[in-house]
Protein backbone atom coordinates (compact mmCIF):
# COMPACT_ATOMS: atom_id res chain seq x y z
CA UNK A 1 0.00 0.00 0.00
CA UNK A 2 1.29 3.58 -0.94
CA UNK A 3 0.67 6.93 0.94
CA UNK A 4 1.32 9.96 -1.18
CA UNK A 5 2.27 12.93 1.03
CA UNK A 6 5.16 15.19 1.52
CA UNK A 7 8.72 15.09 4.01
CA UNK A 8 10.34 17.50 5.37
CA UNK A 9 13.66 16.31 7.01
CA UNK A 10 13.82 18.39 9.96
CA UNK A 11 16.18 21.09 9.08
CA UNK A 12 14.67 23.11 6.66
CA UNK A 13 10.99 23.92 5.94
CA UNK A 14 10.96 22.71 2.15
CA UNK A 15 8.42 20.27 1.72
CA UNK A 16 9.69 17.73 -0.94
CA UNK A 17 7.18 15.36 -2.24
CA UNK A 18 7.60 11.47 -1.41
CA UNK A 19 5.88 8.18 -1.16
CA UNK A 20 5.46 6.20 1.82
CA UNK A 21 5.05 2.20 1.65
CA UNK A 22 3.49 0.47 3.79
CA UNK A 23 5.55 -3.25 4.71
CA UNK A 24 4.32 -6.27 5.54
CA UNK A 25 5.69 -8.87 7.35
CA UNK A 26 8.80 -7.37 7.67
CA UNK A 27 10.59 -5.73 10.76
CA UNK A 28 10.07 -2.41 9.36
CA UNK A 29 6.42 -0.84 9.68
CA UNK A 30 6.53 1.82 6.48
CA UNK A 31 9.39 2.61 3.62
CA UNK A 32 9.53 6.24 2.59
CA UNK A 33 11.00 6.78 -0.92
CA UNK A 34 12.50 10.43 -1.22
CA UNK A 35 13.13 11.56 -4.87
CA UNK A 36 12.45 10.34 -8.47
CA UNK A 37 11.29 6.38 -9.04
CA UNK A 38 13.31 4.65 -10.25
CA UNK A 39 16.02 6.84 -10.57
CA UNK A 40 18.89 5.94 -9.35
CA UNK A 41 19.84 7.84 -6.01
CA UNK A 42 16.74 7.53 -4.70
CA UNK A 43 16.88 8.08 -0.47
CA UNK A 44 15.20 5.18 1.29
CA UNK A 45 13.84 5.68 4.85
CA UNK A 46 13.09 2.41 6.17
CA UNK A 47 11.48 2.94 10.32
CA UNK A 48 9.67 0.41 12.89
CA UNK A 49 5.83 1.37 13.55
CA UNK A 50 7.19 2.12 17.68
CA UNK A 51 9.43 4.21 15.82
CA UNK A 52 6.29 6.63 14.95
CA UNK A 53 4.77 9.43 16.34
CA UNK A 54 1.01 8.97 14.47
CA UNK A 55 -0.95 12.53 14.77
CA UNK A 56 -4.45 11.58 16.06
CA UNK A 57 -7.02 12.08 12.74
CA UNK A 58 -9.12 15.21 13.26
CA UNK A 59 -12.05 14.76 10.80
CA UNK A 60 -9.77 14.74 7.32
CA UNK A 61 -7.76 17.63 8.43
CA UNK A 62 -4.14 16.69 7.09
CA UNK A 63 -2.21 13.91 9.19
CA UNK A 64 1.44 14.30 10.39
CA UNK A 65 3.89 11.50 10.81
CA UNK A 66 6.96 12.61 13.18
CA UNK A 67 9.67 10.03 13.42
CA UNK A 68 13.75 11.33 13.76
CA UNK A 69 15.15 14.02 15.27
CA UNK A 70 12.19 16.53 14.30
CA UNK A 71 11.41 14.93 10.53
CA UNK A 72 7.85 14.80 9.54
CA UNK A 73 5.51 12.92 6.95
CA UNK A 74 2.34 14.93 6.16
CA UNK A 75 -0.55 13.33 3.78
CA UNK A 76 -4.12 14.44 3.11
CA UNK A 77 -4.63 10.34 3.01
CA UNK A 78 -6.36 9.60 6.35
CA UNK A 79 -7.65 6.38 5.43
CA UNK A 80 -4.34 5.06 4.60
CA UNK A 81 -2.83 6.34 7.66
CA UNK A 82 -5.66 4.60 9.41
CA UNK A 83 -4.97 1.22 7.30
CA UNK A 84 -1.14 1.86 8.18
CA UNK A 85 -2.84 1.55 12.36
CA UNK A 86 -4.82 -0.79 11.94
CA UNK A 87 -1.93 -3.21 10.11
CA UNK A 88 1.04 -2.73 12.63
CA UNK A 89 -0.83 -0.48 15.70
CA UNK A 90 -4.13 -1.78 17.15
CA UNK A 91 -7.37 -1.02 17.47
CA UNK A 92 -6.47 3.63 17.38
CA UNK A 93 -8.52 5.79 19.38
CA UNK A 94 -7.97 8.04 17.02
CA UNK A 95 -10.15 5.83 14.69
CA UNK A 96 -12.69 6.05 17.33
CA UNK A 97 -12.53 9.22 17.79
CA UNK A 98 -12.87 9.96 14.03
CA UNK A 99 -15.92 7.37 14.02
CA UNK A 100 -17.39 9.75 16.85
CA UNK A 101 -16.81 13.49 14.59
CA UNK A 102 -18.60 11.68 11.62
CA UNK A 103 -21.62 9.82 13.43
CA UNK A 104 -24.55 12.69 13.40
CA UNK A 105 -26.43 11.16 16.04
CA UNK A 106 -23.36 11.03 18.07
CA UNK A 107 -23.04 14.50 17.74
CA UNK A 108 -26.48 15.77 18.74
CA UNK A 109 -26.18 13.91 21.77
CA UNK A 110 -22.96 15.04 22.74
CA UNK A 111 -23.98 18.28 22.17
CA UNK A 112 -26.82 17.83 23.68
CA UNK A 113 -25.35 16.39 27.13
CA UNK A 114 -22.73 19.36 26.65
CA UNK A 115 -25.65 21.91 27.34
CA UNK A 116 -27.71 19.93 29.89
CA UNK A 117 -24.43 20.01 31.77
CA UNK A 118 -23.57 23.61 31.36
CA UNK A 119 -26.61 24.13 32.61
CA UNK A 120 -26.84 22.06 35.29
CA UNK A 121 -23.51 23.69 36.62
CA UNK A 122 -24.56 27.12 36.17
CA UNK A 123 -27.50 26.29 38.05
CA UNK A 124 -26.98 23.94 40.58
CA UNK A 125 -23.81 23.04 40.68
CA UNK A 126 -22.49 27.30 41.21
CA UNK A 127 -25.47 28.15 43.32
CA UNK A 128 -25.27 25.54 46.06
CA UNK A 129 -21.17 25.02 45.51
CA UNK A 130 -21.48 29.33 46.09
CA UNK A 131 -23.32 28.62 49.47
CA UNK A 132 -21.98 26.00 51.02
CA UNK A 133 -18.32 27.80 50.67
CA UNK A 134 -19.92 30.98 52.28
CA UNK A 135 -21.10 29.56 55.20
CA UNK A 136 -17.59 27.60 55.57
CA UNK A 137 -15.87 31.31 55.62
CA UNK A 138 -14.55 33.32 58.67
CA UNK A 139 -16.40 36.45 59.66
CA UNK A 140 -12.83 38.29 58.30
CA UNK A 141 -13.22 36.57 54.78
CA UNK A 142 -16.66 37.46 53.95
CA UNK A 143 -16.16 41.47 54.77
CA UNK A 144 -12.87 41.15 52.64
CA UNK A 145 -15.21 39.19 50.00
CA UNK A 146 -17.65 41.43 49.44
CA UNK A 147 -15.98 44.85 50.83
CA UNK A 148 -16.93 46.65 53.87
CA UNK A 149 -18.67 50.64 54.61
CA UNK A 150 -15.26 51.79 54.68
CA UNK A 151 -14.39 51.47 51.05
CA UNK A 152 -18.37 52.77 49.96
CA UNK A 153 -17.78 55.32 52.66
CA UNK A 154 -14.52 56.71 50.18
CA UNK A 155 -16.46 56.21 47.04
CA UNK A 156 -20.37 55.96 47.44
CA UNK A 157 -21.61 57.15 50.60
CA UNK A 158 -21.55 60.79 52.62
CA UNK A 159 -22.16 61.08 56.04
CA UNK A 160 -26.02 60.90 56.94
CA UNK A 161 -27.70 64.17 56.88
CA UNK A 162 -30.65 63.41 59.12
CA UNK A 163 -30.71 64.78 62.65
CA UNK A 164 -29.83 63.25 65.67
CA UNK A 165 -33.24 63.21 67.01
CA UNK A 166 -34.79 60.84 64.26
CA UNK A 167 -31.72 58.77 63.72
CA UNK A 168 -32.44 58.10 67.67
CA UNK A 169 -36.27 57.59 66.78
CA UNK A 170 -35.09 54.91 64.44
CA UNK A 171 -32.34 53.50 67.00
CA UNK A 172 -35.24 52.67 69.48
CA UNK A 173 -37.41 51.37 67.16
CA UNK A 174 -35.22 48.77 65.55
CA UNK A 175 -32.95 47.94 68.92
CA UNK A 176 -35.32 44.69 70.05
CA UNK A 177 -35.67 43.46 66.79
CA UNK A 178 -31.38 43.89 65.91
CA UNK A 179 -31.26 42.10 69.58
CA UNK A 180 -33.47 39.07 68.39
CA UNK A 181 -31.11 38.45 65.18
CA UNK A 182 -27.67 39.55 67.29
CA UNK A 183 -26.43 35.95 65.93
CA UNK A 184 -26.02 37.64 62.80
CA UNK A 185 -24.27 40.75 64.10
CA UNK A 186 -26.15 43.83 62.10
CA UNK A 187 -25.15 47.05 62.81
CA UNK A 188 -27.04 49.80 61.64
CA UNK A 189 -25.93 52.98 59.84
CA UNK A 190 -27.67 55.90 58.41
CA UNK A 191 -25.63 57.52 55.22
CA UNK A 192 -26.84 59.96 52.38
CA UNK A 193 -25.08 60.25 48.69
CA UNK A 194 -27.33 58.09 47.12
CA UNK A 195 -31.27 57.85 46.03
CA UNK A 196 -33.52 55.77 48.95
CA UNK A 197 -31.63 52.86 48.94
CA UNK A 198 -31.02 50.10 51.85
CA UNK A 199 -28.61 47.35 51.97
CA UNK A 200 -26.73 44.97 54.13
CA UNK A 201 -23.39 44.29 54.15
CA UNK A 202 -21.21 41.15 54.81
CA UNK A 203 -19.46 42.67 57.67
CA UNK A 204 -23.30 43.08 59.58
CA UNK A 205 -23.44 46.94 58.67
CA UNK A 206 -27.19 47.61 57.46
CA UNK A 207 -27.32 50.77 55.74
CA UNK A 208 -30.26 52.94 55.55
CA UNK A 209 -29.93 55.88 53.11
CA UNK A 210 -31.16 59.55 54.15
CA UNK A 211 -34.10 59.78 51.71
CA UNK A 212 -35.15 56.09 52.44
CA UNK A 213 -35.89 56.95 56.12
CA UNK A 214 -37.73 60.34 54.63
CA UNK A 215 -40.11 58.15 52.29
CA UNK A 216 -41.59 55.89 55.03
CA UNK A 217 -45.15 57.58 55.98
CA UNK A 218 -44.89 54.79 58.94
CA UNK A 219 -41.91 53.05 61.11
CA UNK A 220 -43.48 49.80 60.67
CA UNK A 221 -42.41 50.10 56.46
CA UNK A 222 -38.46 50.70 57.93
CA UNK A 223 -39.09 47.47 60.12
CA UNK A 224 -40.44 45.59 57.00
CA UNK A 225 -37.35 46.74 55.13
CA UNK A 226 -34.93 46.36 58.04
CA UNK A 227 -35.97 42.17 57.94
CA UNK A 228 -35.76 42.08 54.34
CA UNK A 229 -31.85 43.46 54.91
CA UNK A 230 -31.62 40.78 57.85
CA UNK A 231 -32.38 37.98 55.19
CA UNK A 232 -29.93 38.89 53.13
CA UNK A 233 -27.27 38.71 56.34
CA UNK A 234 -29.11 35.69 57.52
CA UNK A 235 -28.31 33.84 53.77
CA UNK A 236 -24.94 35.60 53.43
CA UNK A 237 -26.46 36.77 49.95
CA UNK A 238 -23.39 39.49 48.50
CA UNK A 239 -20.73 36.66 49.92
CA UNK A 240 -22.50 33.72 47.59
CA UNK A 241 -22.85 36.36 44.54
CA UNK A 242 -19.30 37.30 44.82
CA UNK A 243 -18.34 33.75 44.99
CA UNK A 244 -21.14 32.94 41.84
CA UNK A 245 -19.64 35.40 39.51
CA UNK A 246 -15.94 34.51 40.27
CA UNK A 247 -16.97 30.89 39.52
CA UNK A 248 -18.66 31.90 36.25
CA UNK A 249 -15.55 33.63 35.42
CA UNK A 250 -13.52 30.23 35.76
CA UNK A 251 -15.92 28.25 34.31
CA UNK A 252 -15.24 30.20 31.11
CA UNK A 253 -11.47 30.09 31.41
CA UNK A 254 -11.96 26.45 31.42
CA UNK A 255 -13.98 26.35 28.56
CA UNK A 256 -12.51 28.32 26.39
CA UNK A 257 -8.96 28.10 27.59
CA UNK A 258 -8.06 31.87 26.49
CA UNK A 259 -8.09 34.60 29.47
CA UNK A 260 -7.64 37.34 26.97
CA UNK A 261 -11.31 36.22 25.65
CA UNK A 262 -12.62 36.29 29.29
CA UNK A 263 -13.52 40.02 29.63
CA UNK A 264 -16.09 39.45 26.34
CA UNK A 265 -17.52 36.49 26.90
CA UNK A 266 -18.41 36.61 30.53
CA UNK A 267 -19.77 39.99 29.57
CA UNK A 268 -23.22 39.84 28.91
CA UNK A 269 -23.70 36.28 30.25
CA UNK A 270 -22.05 36.81 33.45
CA UNK A 271 -24.28 40.26 33.77
CA UNK A 272 -27.75 37.91 33.20
CA UNK A 273 -26.20 35.26 35.00
CA UNK A 274 -25.94 37.39 38.29
CA UNK A 275 -29.30 39.13 37.70
CA UNK A 276 -31.28 35.74 38.16
CA UNK A 277 -29.21 34.77 40.91
CA UNK A 278 -29.83 38.91 42.20
CA UNK A 279 -33.56 38.11 41.67
CA UNK A 280 -33.42 34.82 43.56
CA UNK A 281 -31.85 36.26 46.26
CA UNK A 282 -34.07 38.95 46.75
CA UNK A 283 -36.82 36.86 46.69
CA UNK A 284 -35.39 34.57 49.49
CA UNK A 285 -34.71 37.60 51.95
CA UNK A 286 -38.19 38.81 50.74
CA UNK A 287 -39.77 35.35 52.14
CA UNK A 288 -37.72 36.25 55.42
CA UNK A 289 -39.17 39.64 55.67
CA UNK A 290 -42.61 38.04 55.45
CA UNK A 291 -42.34 35.76 57.93
CA UNK A 292 -40.54 38.09 60.98
CA UNK A 293 -43.12 40.45 60.17
CA UNK A 294 -45.64 37.69 60.55
CA UNK A 295 -43.35 36.62 64.05
CA UNK A 296 -43.39 40.12 65.43
CA UNK A 297 -47.60 40.68 64.73
CA UNK A 298 -46.55 43.53 62.42
CA UNK A 299 -48.53 43.80 59.38
CA UNK A 300 -46.99 42.15 56.37
CA UNK A 301 -48.98 44.68 54.16
CA UNK A 302 -46.17 46.94 55.25
CA UNK A 303 -43.92 45.13 53.35
CA UNK A 304 -46.00 45.75 50.14
CA UNK A 305 -46.65 49.36 50.64
CA UNK A 306 -43.03 50.55 51.00
CA UNK A 307 -42.02 48.46 47.58
CA UNK A 308 -44.76 50.92 46.09
CA UNK A 309 -43.63 53.82 47.40
CA UNK A 310 -40.41 52.87 46.45
CA UNK A 311 -41.57 52.13 42.83
CA UNK A 312 -43.65 55.24 42.78
CA UNK A 313 -40.13 57.03 44.01
CA UNK A 314 -37.59 55.79 41.65
CA UNK A 315 -40.69 56.43 38.67
CA UNK A 316 -40.42 59.95 39.86
CA UNK A 317 -37.04 60.20 39.86
CA UNK A 318 -36.57 59.08 36.58
CA UNK A 319 -39.38 61.23 34.66
CA UNK A 320 -37.50 63.85 36.60
CA UNK A 321 -33.88 63.12 34.82
CA UNK A 322 -36.04 62.35 31.33
CA UNK A 323 -35.46 58.83 31.47
CA UNK A 324 -39.11 56.99 30.40
CA UNK A 325 -39.95 54.22 33.15
CA UNK A 326 -42.57 52.41 33.02
CA UNK A 327 -45.01 52.77 36.40
CA UNK A 328 -46.65 49.42 38.06
CA UNK A 329 -49.80 49.10 38.86
CA UNK A 330 -50.26 45.39 40.99
CA UNK A 331 -54.09 45.70 40.26
CA UNK A 332 -55.95 42.49 38.17
CA UNK A 333 -55.46 44.71 35.07
CA UNK A 334 -51.59 44.71 35.93
CA UNK A 335 -49.78 43.17 33.00
CA UNK A 336 -48.60 39.73 33.67
CA UNK A 337 -45.99 39.75 30.82
CA UNK A 338 -42.02 39.53 31.54
CA UNK A 339 -40.56 42.57 29.38
CA UNK A 340 -36.51 42.79 28.80
CA UNK A 341 -36.65 45.28 31.43
CA UNK A 342 -38.16 42.91 34.47
CA UNK A 343 -35.83 40.38 32.60
CA UNK A 344 -32.61 42.89 32.89
CA UNK A 345 -33.59 43.35 36.64
CA UNK A 346 -31.61 42.15 40.16
CA UNK A 347 -34.85 42.56 42.10
CA UNK A 348 -37.80 41.27 41.08
CA UNK A 349 -40.97 42.97 39.62
CA UNK A 350 -43.02 45.33 42.36
CA UNK A 351 -46.33 43.56 41.06
CA UNK A 352 -44.52 40.07 41.89
CA UNK A 353 -43.80 41.20 45.96
CA UNK A 354 -46.77 42.76 46.10
CA UNK A 355 -48.46 39.04 45.01
CA UNK A 356 -45.98 37.53 47.18
CA UNK A 357 -47.67 39.51 50.51
CA UNK A 358 -51.06 38.48 49.28
CA UNK A 359 -49.83 34.63 49.25
CA UNK A 360 -48.27 34.80 52.55
CA UNK A 361 -51.30 36.31 53.79
CA UNK A 362 -53.53 33.35 51.65
CA UNK A 363 -51.66 30.78 52.89
CA UNK A 364 -51.42 31.96 56.91
CA UNK A 365 -55.18 32.54 56.97
CA UNK A 366 -54.66 36.73 57.59
CA UNK A 367 -57.32 38.84 56.58
Not at 109 to 120: D, E, P
Amino acid sequence: MIIEGDYLDGVTSKRIPVRLEVIRHSEYAVRILVGAYPAEGQQKIELKYRALKIESRIGNTPREIAFGDGQLFITDDNEGVDALIKMHGSASSSSFIHKLETNLPMIFIAVVTSGLMVWATIFYGIPRSAEYIAYQLPSFATEALGGGLAVLDKTLFKPSELDAARQQEVRELFAPYLAAHQGLKPKLVFRSGMMANALALPGGEIVFTDDFVRLAEDDRELLAVLFHELGHLKYRHITRRALQDSMVTIMVIFITGDIDTVGFLTGLPTLVLDLTYSREFEKEADDFALEQLHRFDIPVDYFATIMLRLERYYVAQASAEGVTARKIEPQGGADESISIGDFLSTHPATEARVKLVAEFKRSRGIE
